[in-house]
DNA sequence: TGTACATCAGTGAACGCGCGTTCACTGATGTAC
DNA sequence: TGTACATCAGTGAACGCGCGTTCACTGATGTAC
């Protein structure tokens, strides 16, 4: 945490060392706390312990940490999928299954990235680090369909299977959302919050890969973490 | 508009009549246009041409004008359903059909208010009229859920009904938000934005439908109204 | 190995601005008699 | 129908605050010779 120019056992450091990462971590979790409306460059430099000029000298402005921000996003969501591929297994559906469940617990473990980077927020939409990060996250979930359809990569313009990603991405995004913005809860209050991060998620999942591969496919989940 | 207190062919009044309705539709505007990070009582009370303490006689303060759009906006979307129902036809599927549409289409008509009733914004969750209000949208679906499961109503604890419901909402809601946002039209850039409104969300929902009644139901869609 | 200098990274005081909120007020409306 | 008065609805000036941004600065680091 600490950083190369610092040099004795006292706080105060003149040359960071990795300013930049420190705001972007500092960045995302008073989003997480106070929402875009509370979100300000002054307050990003208090917490780094920073004088109140220092971010604009990285970011130019609020939409340029944001947009940083964002790209962490799409790019952790991206490695969080890759990273649950990893011996996912292969029957129908696992692939499916265990990227969703990967989109669905980041979204859970990084609220202020995933709400900045899928969200209604004031962000240079033109950047290129931005935009390359997005496209790669969702062509995670393009190339896993198109195998599991045992359909051939590239072509756009089949409207069946734009429906079919539009349908797969949207209800695994659909959960996450209205799972961290704490409307889920309303489907059944009985249940608590670890119930519908396991179990009724895992069902949803079920469900929704169903209507992909026909019959129920493999085993019965739950290879999921607890929270 | 204008309001019973005008006397004049003046634009000036004192009184104004129904002042709470028109801030709610002004704060609806305004959030559309600027999000929650740019929505601000006293803009509100510009654009109604009213002093600026005047909302804070109403709503107290940012927090309860944003309840009220939000109670304004589940209320809409419970009618919208409704609406949609009415001569949507008895085909399995045609109902739950209709009142998915109807969902995205609102979201997409009012932006402003799905955001702040679905989003992450600072609201008075306790408000009884908001809570009544999600409720009820809610319920929308359960009920229709049910009837197409052919269960009775009532109890809770079924978690396969639980994960059905989480699944048509999570979907649809998934759909409205990618869709206000702008990320869907990353599933096929080639596409445009009606394309998406009609033919994907109808496929979309289609496919979702097919999951909960199993064969294809009633007739190619496309009662949609284009837009 | 040492020196001079350029560049990098952050400082801190200052500015003007728009915000929420307060408070004594006043014009318009409604009601009792 | 008229009068007195209470209440309602909005005014407008004032306040203190935190914000983004500017700007001349300075300490630390890196490089050329």
Chains 1, 2 share one sequence.
């Not at 950083?3 to 004795?8: C, D, I, T």
């Not at 599991?148 to 959960?175: C, I, K, M, N, Y």
């Not at 489907?187 to 469900?207: F, G, K, Q, W």
């Amino acid at each position: 945490m600490k950083a190369r120019g610092e040099s004795s056992g006292e706080g105060a450091v003149y040359h960071h060392g990795d300013l930049r990462r420190h705001l972007i971590e500092v960045g995302e979790r008073l989003l997480e706390e106070r929402g875009v409306e509370g979100f300000t460059l002054r307050e990003c430099a208090r917490r780094a312990g920073v004088s109140p000029s220092a971010p604009s000298h990285h970011f130019g402005n609020v939409t340029g940490l944001l947009t940083a921000i964002a790209t962490v996003g799409f790019d952790g969501l991206s490695e969080a999928q890759e990273a649950a591929l990893v011996g996912a297994g292969d029957a129908p559906g696992a692939r499916l299954r265990a990227i969703g469940g990967a989109y669905i617990r980041y979204a859970l473990a990084h609220p202020g990235r995933f709400r900045v980077a899928f969200g209604h927020m004031p962000l240079n939409h033109e950047d290129p680090d931005l935009v390359t990060a997005g496209t790669r996250a969702l062509e995670i979930l393009r190339r896993e369909l198109r195998a599991l359809r045992g359909e051939p990569t590239g072509q756009t313009g089949d409207r069946d299977f734009d429906a079919a990603v539009a349908l797969a991405w949207s209800a695994v995004h659909g959960f996450a959302r209205l799972l961290i913005d704490g409307q889920l809860f309303a489907v059944d209050p009985s249940l608590d919050h670890d119930t519908y991060l396991n179990d009724i998620a895992d069902r949803t999942l079920e469900l929704l890969i169903r209507s992909f591969v026909g019959g129920s496919s493999s085993g019965p989940k739950s290879t999921r973490r607890r929270t």
